[in-house]
Structure formats: structure tokens, C-alpha cells
């Protein structure tokens, strides 16, 4: 009988196609995917780090897999990702949890096979600090129509609540042929109708390479590969996101007119705290230059709630700027200090219930707004 696997994942869509990266590896080994973890001989947890839910999550379904190895002790059960990337997160895992074979962080994946075959000789734990971008792994595409492509990793953004820079490193760009490469590749099997281009901040792709690429010249050179599909991205960062961008979603057909544009906050002093390096005017003159190029834009967006010191008069300025924009969809999450980050240190942070108060009021004002657009 082949021997299965079952992956659990966590997190945004880098993770999502992080671990379609990790279930080719596994198909390689010989191993076939399973209906569910108590049918896999290996289960692997690729965890997220951006808020405490998250990794209270991965501690109490990796806890929960003790009975399991129990029964079937020859399970070899791995936990990689952005909260093993952390020493002290990976530390805690590996001392709770003897019975978890496997603990590595995001610059391990493309070993994982060297763990596998390395768990006969003892438990392995291994947190790289930072590693090359992996041109060789090919990925077990697992989101339908949606083909997921990285274009970079990693952020030099370091806003002050954010342990993405921390987890994931400094900002790399994949060289455009590379991933002209593999979109054509990806087309010419003829499964996909969408990609998807993934970054933690698309727009300021390019400016690492060797001569630089910008953002604009890779969707326009992608569109320009012979097929009939659409094309969009994630995650735009308002500081970054430029006019030639803009343009080049109005004039392409084939990208699709939707733009995830995270303001995370309505007042100035809140974004000046975040370090995000824009102001309230800033964002909405982007929206406004979006909705003036491209009327049927569809625009979404995250905020963030109970920042550190956030008053009340500061919290109803997210509020109007909602009111303002009007959204096409909201991702609403209250502030959740994450250790090792500046805002997670600083003074005056905000009660728990006070919190939830403003995200259930945030997330009625868009309910709000969807009802009386869709009239
Ligand atoms: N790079 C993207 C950006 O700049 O918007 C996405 C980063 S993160 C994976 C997705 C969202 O999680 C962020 O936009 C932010 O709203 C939220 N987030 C990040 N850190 C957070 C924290 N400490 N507490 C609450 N929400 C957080
Ligand atoms: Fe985090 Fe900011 Fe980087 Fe996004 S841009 S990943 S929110 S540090
Ligand atoms: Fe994504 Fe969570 Fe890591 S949001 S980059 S999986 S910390």
C-alpha cells in the first residue's frame, strides 16, 4: 500500500501555494494525498504567524494529534512555516510536543524531502535565517482554475504590528523569465483560466533585479503570452502603487478589474504609529484615480482595530473612510500584538473588549454599505 499524506494550512495565499509546493515534494517521495489526517502516515502543519488566534490554532491541533500517534506511532507528523520560522515558537513545539518528528521554518521547505528521510535517525529541528529563492520545486496545483504564482518573497515594508519581515526576510523578486517560464507553462496545460501573482507587496517588484523590472513591464509581458485567461495579484501597497500600474490594469483585457488596496487605518497619526508612509489624503486620492481609469473597479481592502493608543474619535476616522470609499469587501481584524514587533511594545494598548466593540462596528457599516449597493 503507498503511504499518504495530509497537509494542514494556515495563513494567507503564499501559504497556500507554499504548501502545494510541499505536496509535490510529497508525491515525489511516493506518498498520496489522504481524505483526512487519521488515514495519513504523514500529517503537516504549515502555520501562520500574523495574529495570536492563528497560532493558538496550530498549538491545540498539533496537541491534538498525541492520541493519533498513539495508535499509529510510525505517523511522522511535521509542523513548518511563518510560527516555526520564529526560535522560540519552533523551541515550544519541539519541547511540548515529543511526539511531533519534524519542526522547520519557511526557509527549510524546499528540504523537506532531507527531514523525511532524516526522521529514522531522531527528531530534526532545523530554523534556516534566510535561504535562496527555490527555482527547482514544481507544485501539485490544488485551487482549481486558480493557478498561484509567487513573483517575490518577503517585505522590507517592517510595519510597526507586521511579523511578516521577521518570518519570511527581506523582500527577493524571481527574475520575469523565470516566471514568464512558468506561466507559460502553466497555460500551456490548459487547466487554468486565472493566475494569480502573489507578493507581500507586489508593486515593488523588480527593484532588486538586475536591471530593475518594474511591476507594470510584468503585466504587460504576461498579458502578452498567447492564451485566453485573466490575470490579477496580491498584495498592493498604497505607497508603491503607481500610475503606470493603474493604467496598465484600465488598458489590459486580460487583467481582471479587482484591487486589494490595505489602508489598515483612517487617521494619519495611526499610520504614522504603523509605519505605513502614506496618509489618509494619499489613499484616497489612489482610490480616486482607480475609480476615474477604471469605473468598474472592485475595490477591498483590510483594516485594523485597536492599534496602540487608537482613541475613539481615531477609530470613527477608519469608519468614515470606509463610508467614503464604499468597498466592494472589507477584512476587518482587531489589532493582535505579535512579540518581536515594535507595536507590540509601545504603551496605551487596547482592551480586548473595546476592540471587538469596533471590529463588530466596522463590520456592520460594511454590511451596511454591500446592502444598499447591491439595490
Ligand atoms: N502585505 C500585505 C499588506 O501589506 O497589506 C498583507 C500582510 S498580512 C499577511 C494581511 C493582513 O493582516 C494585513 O493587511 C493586516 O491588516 C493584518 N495584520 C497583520 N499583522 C496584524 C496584527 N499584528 N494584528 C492584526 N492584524 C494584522
Ligand atoms: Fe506586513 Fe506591512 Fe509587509 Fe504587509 S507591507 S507584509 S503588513 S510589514
Ligand atoms: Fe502569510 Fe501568515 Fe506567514 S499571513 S506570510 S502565513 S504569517
Not at 512555516?81 to 526557509?107: H, R
Not at 477604471?294 to 470606509?322: N, R, Y
Amino acid at each position: 500500500m503507498r503511504m499518504k499524506y495530509f497537509i494542514v494550512t494556515y495563513g494567507c495565499q503564499m501559504n497556500v501555494h507554499e504548501s502545494e509546493k510541499i505536496a509535490a515534494i510529497c508525491e515525489k517521495m511516493g506518498y498520496t494525498l489522504a481524505d483526512k489526517r487519521e488515514d495519513a502516515d504523514l500529517i503537516i502543519f504549515n502555520t501562520c504567524a500574523v495574529r495570536e488566534g492563528a497560532e493558538d490554532r496550530v498549538f491545540g491541533n498539533v496537541g491534538a494529534l498525541k492520541k493519533l500517534k498513539k495508535q499509529k506511532p510510525g505517523t511522522i507528523i511535521a509542523v513548518c512555516g511563518c510560527s516555526t520560522q520564529k526560535e522560540e515558537t519552533a523551541q515550544k513545539i519541539y519541547k511540548t510536543f515529543p511526539f511531533v518528528d519534524i519542526v522547520i521554518g519557511t526557509f527549510n521547505v524546499s528540504n523537506f524531502e532531507h527531514y523525511i528521510n532524516a526522521v529514522k535517525y531522531g527528531r530534526q529541528m532545523e530554523i534556516l535565517k534566510e535561504g535562496e529563492i527555490d527555482e527547482v520545486h514544481p507544485y501539485k496545483r490544488t485551487s482549481g482554475e486558480n493557478a498561484w504564482v509567487n513573483i517575490m518573497y518577503g517585505c522590507n515594508n517592517f510595519c510597526t504590528y507586521c511579523i511578516v519581515p521577521y518570518v519570511r526576510g527581506r523582500e527577493k523578486s524571481r527574475s520575469e523569465e523565470n516566471i514568464l517560464n512558468e506561466i507559460k507553462g502553466i497555460l500551456s496545460e490548459k487547466k487554468y483560466k486565472k493566475i494569480t501573482l502573489l507578493g507581500q507587496n507586489v508593486n515593488s517588484y523588480g527593484k532588486d533585479l538586475t536591471p530593475p523590472v518594474s511591476f507594470s513591464k510584468l503585466l504587460k509581458d504576461i498579458c502578452a503570452l498567447e492564451g485566453d485567461f485573466k490575470l490579477t495579484f496580491m498584495t498592493s501597497h498604497p505607497k508603491d502603487l503607481t500610475d503606470d500600474v493603474i493604467d496598465t490594469i484600465a488598458s489590459e483585457d486580460k487583467i481582471l478589474k479587482e484591487i486589494h488596496l490595505p489602508a489598515q487605518s483612517g487617521n494619519n497619526r495611526i499610520l504614522k504609529l504603523m509605519n505605513r508612509r502614506y496618509t489618509r489624503e494619499h489613499y484616497l486620492s489612489i482610490i480616486n484615480k482607480i475609480r476615474a481609469k477604471i469605473p468598474d473597479a472592485k475595490i477591498t481592502t483590510d483594516l485594523i482595530v485597536g492599534f496602540p493608543t487608537e482613541t475613539e474619535e481615531e477609530f470613527q476616522d477608519t469608519l468614515s473612510l470606509v463610508k467614503e470609499v464604499r468597498y466592494n469587501g472589507i477584512f476587518a481584524f482587531m489589532f493582535s500584538p505579535r512579540e518581536g514587533t515594535v507595536a507590540s511594545k509601545m504603551d496605551g494598548q487596547i482592551d480586548e473588549e473595546v476592540k471587538r466593540r469596533r471590529v463588530n462596528e466596522l463590520l456592520n457599516l460594511e454590511k451596511q454599505i454591500q446592502k444598499e449597493d447591491k439595490k
